[in-house]
């Protein structure tokens, strides 16, 4: 009788126990959430408002890592620096990159391919590390999660599986939205954002982005002319904006072409909606 008790109390606290896990941006906790459900207890690095270029982390986010069993990268750019203190600091902790299996593109390719405003010293070179805003993308990224959370905790394998297939539905559901507003377009398939974050969504939707600033650098007069000229022969319904740059030159664009700035950010949580938000920006659907 005693074994069978213990037995019942050692079942329930495997059902139950939870993975601590660290992942670098909020879209991935998204994705996290929807597969390891409340098996995984998730702390996010990079918060709302901060950009992943520059961030450090904070105090209590490093004790968060001293305690995690896994950590999801996603190959953002503080990663390249930070990643080795965290194996320092926790060499327990499992470190899977969730970017395997994407095909990465060059951040001048992830710009428009008819961009004319250059900057002197600019050096495009690179990955974009943006993969998660295409759903195909995510498919990749939802299966490498799966397989990250069953190397740690095999025996919920099951429970895992069935959140996965609820997760692909949904990343299903959201590509055909957009790819049913983008129908709609005629022969302009342009839009124009601040900072090139969306070459991804471009490139699988058949998409141009016209991108303002490139590297942190603003357009000189001479290229917001050019900018005006090159939105306005390709019809551009709004230009997107995010809260983590400053986005004065956008504004100019926009208040000359009478078209609205839209705030969004790829960091954003709501991954489905955000994206769906931004096709129906593109396609004059927005009210």
Not at 70 to 76: F, Q, S, T
Not at 167 to 183: A, G, N
Not at 224 to 244: G, H, Y
């Amino acid at each position: 009788m005693h074994k069978i008790i213990l037995l019942v109390l050692l079942s329930t606290s495997y059902i139950f126990s939870n993975i601590n896990a660290v992942v670098s941006i909020l879209p991935i906790q998204t994705f996290l959430k929807a597969i390891g459900g409340e098996k995984v207890n998730i702390t996010v690095m990079v918060q709302s408002g901060n950009s992943p270029h520059t961030y450090e982390p904070k105090p209590s986010q490093m004790i968060a890592i001293s305690k995690a069993n896994l950590y999801l990268a996603i190959d953002v750019e503080f990663e390249e620096v930070w990643l080795p203190k965290f194996r320092t600091l926790n060499s327990k902790m499992n470190i899977v990159d969730i970017a395997e299996g994407v095909e990465k593109l060059d951040m001048q390719d992830a710009q428009c391919e008819h961009d004319t405003h250059k900057h002197e010293g600019d050096d495009h070179e690179g990955d974009d590390p943006h993969i998660w805003t295409a759903p195909e993308n995510v498919k990749v990224i939802a299966h490498n999660i799966f397989k990250a959370l069953v190397e740690v905790d095999a025996k919920n394998e099951v429970y895992y599986r069935h959140n996965l297939k609820n997760f692909l539905k949904k990343i299903e559901i959201t590509d055909k939205t957009i790819k049913s507003l983008l129908s709609k377009l005629g022969d302009s398939r342009t839009f124009m954002v601040f900072h090139p974050s969306w070459g991804y969504f471009a490139h699988d939707y058949y998409l141009k982005q016209i991108a303002v600033e490139v590297e942190g650098k603003s357009p000189k007069p001479r290229e917001l002319v050019q900018l005006m000229k090159e939105a306005k022969k390709e019809k551009v319904r709004a230009i997107f904006t995010q809260p983590e740059f400053a986005d004065s030159a956008a504004k100019v664009i926009a208040k000359e072409l009478h078209i609205p700035v839209v705030k969004v950010s790829p960091l954003a949580s709501n991954w489905s909606e955000n994206l769906i938000n931004i096709a129906k920006n593109i396609a004059g659907e927005d009210k």
